[in-house]
C-alpha cells in the first residue's frame, strides 16, 4: 500500500534533533512529546511497521495534528511531514474500516457537501435564508443555540453573501496580454465570492482574460488530511480533467486549496498530467505580485491600520507568504502590521476548528489578544477557512474589524 510506503520513507529520514519542536504549535500548547512531529514521526513509523495496534491514544495523537507543516519549513532532513501524515490517516482510516469502527460523523458530512458544488450552493443558499431572515438572530438572542450545543457551529457562519454564477469566459479590459484559468473551490466560491470576484476584476484590469472551467470541483484537501485518500484521488483526477487542453497558469484564491491542487503530483504518480496541472498551479498573490502592472492603474488612498495574517498554507507550504505584503503596500496611506505569532497556525487548519475545538480555540486565543491590542481596521488573510475562524473570534472578543482577502481589499481600493 502506497501509504505504509509513504510512511516508512518519511519518518526513517528524522534523525530526531528536536530543532522543529519550537516551531508545532501543538507541542507549545501541550508540551508533550507524542503532541510534537518528533514524537507523532515515531507513532507513524510504529502504526506502518505494525509494532504498534491501532489504538484510541495513538489516533488521537495524530487527529491532534494540525497539518500546518510549520516543522517540515525547518526540518533539516528534509521530511516531508505532510505526505507522513496524510498517509498515516489513510492507514488508520483502512485499519478502521477493516475492523469495522465507524468513520467520523462529522467529518463524513463535510465531505459529502464539498463534493458537489451543487451542495455547497445549496447549502449557503440555506445559510443565507438563516442569516437574512431573521432565524438566526432569534435562535442567537434567545440561547436556543446554546442550549442545542449549536452555538459554536453558528459562530462560524461567515456573513454570506448572495451568490453569483460566475460567467465562464471574462475578457481582458484592454488588449489581451495573455490567458490563465481559475480555480473556484468549494469553500472559496461558498465564504469568499467577493475575492473571486475581485481577482477576476484585478485580471482584467492587467490585461488577463480569464477562463473559469465548469467541470472542476473540490480540491480534495479535506479528504486528503482526513485520510480517505481514494475519494480525495478521485476529487483530484476530475480536476486535472477540467483543467486539461492548456499550459496556461491555473490560479487559485484560497491557499488552503491552492496548497493541495499543488502537490496533486505527490498522490498521483502514475499520470505525468497530474505532474503538468500541480507545475501550472499559482496562487493569487503570486501572480498578481509577479505580474506587470500597466502603467496608469493606481488605488484610492486608505488611511488605515491594516493587519495581515499569514495562513500555515501560505507560509509553510507555498512559501509565498511575503506577497500580500507587497500588493497591498500598492495602496497609499495604508498601515502594513504583520500579526504577531504570524507563523504560529491559528487553529482553522481545515476541519480542526470543527474537530478538535477546544485546542483550536486556544489556538486561536493569541491571536485575538494581539487583535484587541492592535485594533486594527481591517484584518486580511488569503484562505477562507482562517477568514472564518478569525472572524468568529473577533466577533466573539466585540471587536469590528473587518475580514477581507488581500485581492478583496486591493479591488475596492482600485481607480476607475
Ligand atoms: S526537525 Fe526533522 S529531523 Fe529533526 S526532529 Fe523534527 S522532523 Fe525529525
Ligand atoms: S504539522 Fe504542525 S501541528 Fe503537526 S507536528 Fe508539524 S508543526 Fe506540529
Redesign the pocket.
Known amino acids: 500500500m502506497d501509504s505504509v510506503i509513504h510512511i516508512k520513507q518519511e519518518a526513517t ?9 519550537p516551531h508545532c504549535p501543538t507541542y507549545n500548547l501541550l508540551q508533550d512529546e507524542a503532541e510534537s ?2 514524537g507523532r ?1 515515531s507513532l507513524m513509523l510504529a502504526l506502518a511497521r505494525e509494532d504498534l495496534p491501532l489504538n484510541a491514544k495513538l489516533e488521537s495523537h495524530l487527529a491532534r495534528c494540525l497539518d500546518c507543516r510549520a ?1 517540515e519549513k ?4 528534509y ?1 516531508d ?1 505532510g505526505l507522513a501524515l496524510d498517509s498515516a490517516r489513510a492507514v488508520i482510516e483502512s485499519r478502521r474500516a477493516e475492523a469495522g469502527l465507524p468513520a467520523c460523523k462529522s467529518t463524513s458530512l463535510i465531505e459529502w457537501l464539498v463534493e458537489q458544488p451543487a451542495r455547497m450552493r445549496r447549502l449557503t443558499k440555506l445559510l443565507r435564508l438563516y442569516q437574512q431572515s431573521g432565524l438566526q438572530w432569534l435562535l442567537r438572542i434567545s440561547r436556543m443555540l446554546r442550549l442545542l450545543r449549536l452555538d459554536h457551529l453558528d459562530a462560524d457562519i461567515p456573513r454570506l453573501t448572495p451568490l453569483k454564477d460566475l460567467a465562464e469566459f471574462h475578457p481582458a479590459m484592454d488588449k489581451s496580454k495573455g490567458k490563465v484559468v481559475l480555480f473556484t473551490g468549494c469553500q472559496a466560491e461558498m465564504a469568499d465570492q467577493p475575492a473571486l470576484a475581485s481577482s477576476i476584476r484585478l485580471l482584467n484590469r492587467l490585461g488577463y482574460e480569464v477562463h473559469i472551467p465548469v467541470k472542476q470541483n473540490c480540491c480534495g484537501a479535506l479528504h486528503l488530511h482526513a485520510g480517505h485518500r481514494e475519494k480525495a484521488i478521485e476529487l483530484m483526477r476530475r480536476n486535472i480533467d477540467a483543467f486539461s487542453g492548456g499550459n496556461e497558469a491555473i490560479l487559485s484564491v484560497a491557499s488552503g486549496c491552492t496548497a493541495t491542487l499543488g502537490e496533486y503530483n505527490k498522490y498521483i504518480n502514475d499520470n505525468k498530467s497530474a505532474s503538468g496541472f500541480s507545475a501550472r498551479i499559482k496562487d493569487i498573490n503570486q501572480f498578481l505580485e509577479g505580474a506587470t502592472w500597466p502603467e496608469g492603474i493606481s488605488f484610492h488612498s486608505l488611511p488605515r491600520r491594516i493587519v495581515v495574517h499569514n495562513p500555515c498554507s501560505l507560509t509553510h507550504v507555498l512559501r509565498q507568504e511575503d506577497k500580500p505584503y507587497s500588493l497591498l503596500a500598492k495602496i497609499p496611506g495604508a498601515e502594513i502590521l504583520s500579526l504577531p505569532e504570524n507563523n504560529l497556525c491559528c487553529g482553522a487548519a481545515g476541519a480542526y476548528h470543527l474537530t478538535q475545538m477546544s485546542i483550536a480555540k486556544r489556538l486561536r486565543d493569541p491571536k485575538i489578544m494581539h487583535l484587541k491590542r492592535l485594533i486594527p481596521d481591517i484584518l486580511v488573510t488569503s484562505n477562507p477557512g482562517c477568514a472564518t475562524f478569525l472572524g468568529a473570534g473577533l466577533r466573539e472578543a466585540g471587536l469590528a474589524t473587518e475580514v477581507l482577502h488581500p485581492v478583496t481589499l486591493l479591488a475596492r481600493q482600485l481607480k476607475p
Open positions: 529520514k528524522c534523525v530526531a534533533c528536536g530543532l522543529c519542536l512531529p518528533r514521526l516543522c525547518v526540518c533539516p532532513s521530511v511531514f
